[in-house]
C-alpha cells in the first residue's frame, strides 16, 4: 500500500483564500517532500522538510511537519488560479532511497 | 538542478506492440527511476535502474514486461513489452542527484494502448 494518504482528495476554492492539504505516513523517515503536478504532466518539487524540522517556508508555501502524528501539512496563502494542480507528498519507503508517493490531492482554484 | 527530456511525450499503440521511452539527463545523477501513473491515481515506483546492471523492480514489475537499461550516467530506457490495454498510463522518468534528496522529473509519456 502507498506509504502516504493525502486529505482531502479534492478541494476548490476561490482565488486569493487559502489552501490547506494534509499527508499521513506510515513509517519513520529523514524527511518528506511536497511535490506538484499540472494537467497529469511531470511533477515539480516544491519544498523538503527534514526530520527535524517543524516548519519551512517558500514563498505563498508553508510546510510543517508533526513526526509524532506522522502527518505533515501543505498551506498554500493567496491562492492563484495557476496553482490548480494536483499536489503529492512523497516519503522514504522503509528507510531507502526509494520515494513513495501519497494518494494527491487535487486543488481548483476558481478565479 | 537537472532537466529531463522524456520521449516520446505520447503515442498511441496495437495492443501486442512494445515502445520503448527514453529519458536524457542534462547533467550527471546518482540515481534514475521509472514511475507508472494510471489514470486518476498516484505515482506507482516501476523500478531504479541501475547503471550498466539490472534494475531493481518493485513488486508487481518483472524485467520481461519492462526491461529498462542505463548504458551510462545521464540516459535510461524504459520499454513496455507486450502491451495490453491496461498498460495504458503515463509513464515518469526521474533522477535524483544527492542521497534522499529532492526529484526532477520529465514531462511524461502518455501511453494509450488500443
Known amino acids: 500500500s502507498q506509504q502516504g494518504e493525502e486529505d482531502p482528495q479534492a478541494l476548490s476554492i476561490q482565488e486569493g483564500e487559502n489552501a490547506t492539504m494534509n499527508c499521513s505516513y506510515k513509517?519513520?523517515?529523514?524527511?518528506l517532500q511536497w511535490y506538484r503536478q499540472n494537467s497529469g504532466r511531470g511533477l515539480v518539487h516544491l519544498i523538503l522538510i527534514r526530520s527535524n524540522e517543524r516548519e519551512k517556508h517558500s514563498g505563498r508555501l508553508r510546510v510543517t511537519l508533526d513526526t509524532s502524528k506522522k502527518s505533515s501539512s501543505l498551506l498554500i496563502t493567496a491562492s492563484r488560479a495557476a496553482d490548480t494542480a494536483s499536489y503529492f507528498c512523497?516519503?522514504?519507503?522503509?528507510?531507502?532511497?526509494?520515494?513513495?508517493f501519497g494518494s494527491g490531492t487535487r486543488l481548483l482554484v476558481r478565479p | 538542478s537537472a532537466v529531463i527530456s522524456q520521449k516520446p511525450s505520447r503515442d498511441i499503440c496495437q495492443r501486442g506492440t512494445s515502445l520503448t521511452i527514453q529519458c536524457q539527463v542534462d547533467s550527471q545523477v546518482t540515481m534514475m527511476f521509472w514511475y507508472r501513473q494510471q489514470p486518476g491515481q498516484s505515482l506507482t515506483l516501476i523500478a531504479t535502474a541501475n547503471q550498466g546492471s539490472e534494475a531493481t523492480y518493485e513488486s508487481g514489475f518483472v524485467i520481461d514486461k519492462f526491461p529498462i537499461s542505463r548504458p551510462n550516467l545521464t540516459f535510461s530506457t524504459l520499454t513496455v513489452s507486450n502491451m495490453s490495454p491496461e498498460d495504458s498510463s503515463i509513464y515518469l522518468c526521474?533522477?535524483?542527484?544527492?542521497?534522499?534528496?529532492?526529484?526532477?522529473f520529465g514531462s511524461g509519456t502518455q501511453l494509450s494502448v488500443l
Open positions: 513509517t519513520s523517515i529523514n524527511n
Open positions: 512523497a516519503t522514504e519507503w522503509d528507510s531507502s532511497y526509494k520515494l513513495i
Open positions: 526521474s533522477a535524483t542527484q544527492g542521497w534522499k534528496e529532492k526529484l526532477f
